[in-house]
């Protein structure tokens, strides 16, 4: 049992189902830059940024200021009425976002601005069936829940009709037992099938994340987005891109993950790191989209003052400092050090990511590429002690993730790959 008072608290008081990391779970109660502290004072390396939340470093002075300024200013006023940071963040969101997109529609959470995505598909093609792609998350609302393409998530009654599940890109557990690129993109050829077997052959939208987060970071390759968009549209779907995890810079270079790839969204979707932890989300869409959504709609705080302010604050940072260009930079010397781990130790079967979001998957064998989900837990005790904490993903929980915050330093990326290192060590000797 902990010796925590607040963990203590945390287990009598909140539902069981609201789950820990750790044998003996943390209460975290500070944290400035890239690192965090416990009640029991002792401090953290966050290599997980509060699940990719914290994009400019926790209690960044400026985003602080912001949110000080605002809420000494006007903290509330519901979707009733406009304010002014609300309209100064959508001007800027139109400005950053690719192609056409212009209009912005402002929630609290990843699950409402995907709930919000699905159903402007929807009224703007007038058809109700989504694909979606195994191995996703895409929030904890029923519709969200029934998107979602891994059984872990699911465990309550998730199950909307109209939403179908392609196969994920995921080059390292081929589906279909092939390799890129002689695979010629099979997983994305296949979406063409499903739909015309799987649906009225007339679909609303084609949802799938960048990287699919919680699903271990799957990377597609390249062309994947440019065959499996077309062939969405070709049965007249949208394409809703699910940026919650990979807009903002995470990526590297990109202010969004999917101009990586050559094609352009009806609608993006984010949250996490555009607030750097304040509660925000949004869904952006061209006009024609944007247009079609039925009024009257409310969001008691859809475009808080005070999380735009944040939010605006945030894109300041990233700008200002071009952390775009730092996380492709310090990513990369990070995907440098988690090769060489994989190098190192057999229980690393595949290394993956982009920019500062990048994975390990752990593995028992790497010819059999069985999981080893415990492998995963053994190197999170050895990492927390010592004062480094990572996520963890995936449809096997066997994948470490990492996500430092955008404005991570070489020195950052070398304390967590000697934590890794250690972690891994350990779990090899169990």
Not at 132 to 160: D, E, N
Not at 163 to 176: D, G, K, L, S
Request: with cysteine.
């Amino acid at each position: 049992m902990s010796s925590s008072k607040t963990v203590q608290k945390h287990r009598e008081y909140l539902f069981p189902a609201v789950a820990m990391y750790y044998q003996e779970p943390l209460a975290l109660i500070r944290g400035e830059g890239m690192y965090v502290w416990d009640d029991e004072g002792k401090r953290y390396l966050d290599a997980f940024g509060g699940v990719l939340t914290i994009s400019v470093g926790h209690a960044n002075p400026k985003v602080v200021a912001a949110i000080v300024e605002q809420v000494k200013t006007l903290s509330h006023v519901s979707t009733l009425y406009a304010n002014k940071p609300q309209s100064l963040l959508a001007e800027r969101l139109a400005q950053i976002a690719p192609g056409k997109l212009k209009k912005s529609f402002f929630t609290s959470s990843g699950t409402e601005a995907n709930e919000t995505a699905m159903a402007a598909a929807k009224h703007a093609t007038g058809r109700d069936e989504l694909v979606t792609l195994r191995h996703s998350y895409s929030g904890r609302a029923a519709q969200t829940l029934a998107a979602s393409g891994q059984s872990t998530w699911k465990r309550l009654p998730a199950q909307v009709p109209g939403i179908v599940h392609a196969h994920a890109p995921y080059c390292y557990r081929c589906p279909f037992k092939l390799e890129y690129p002689a695979c010629e993109l099979a997983c994305a050829d296949d979406i063409e099938e499903l739909i015309r077997t799987c649906t009225t052959g007339e679909i609303a939208a084609f949802m799938a994340e960048t990287i699919i987060g919680s699903g271990g970071f799957i990377v597609p390759p390249p062309g994947y987005f440019e065959r499996a968009v077309g062939i969405a549209r070709k049965y007249g779907g949208l394409f809703i891109c699910d940026e919650v995890q990979t807009a903002w810079g995470r990526t590297g270079d990109k202010w969004f993950g999917i101009e990586h790839w050559n094609v352009e969204p009806d609608l993006i979707v984010s949250a996490k790191g555009m607030g750097n932890g304040a509660p925000v989300a949004v869904t952006i869409a061209t006009p024609e989209v944007a247009d079609k959504y039925p009024g009257i709609t409310f969001a008691t705080f859809g475009g808080n003052p005070v999380s735009m302010a944040a939010s605006l604050a945030t894109l300041e940072v990233i700008e200002e400092e071009d952390l775009k260009t730092n996380a492709r930079v310090v990513g990369n010397y990070l995907r440098e050090k988690l090769d060489a781990l994989k190098e190192k130790h057999a229980l690393v079967g595949d290394v993956r990511g982009m920019g500062l979001m990048q994975a390990l998957e752990l593995v028992k064998d790497r010819t059999t590429k069985e999981p080893d989900s415990q492998a995963v837990l053994d190197v999170f005790e050895e990492t927390r002690r010592q004062g480094v904490l990572i996520g963890k993903g995936g449809l096997y929980a066997n994948v470490i993730r990492t996500g430092l915050p955008l404005n991570a330093t070489k020195a950052h990326v070398d304390e967590l790959a000697a934590a890794l290192d250690r972690g891994l060590t350990f779990a090899a000797g169990r």
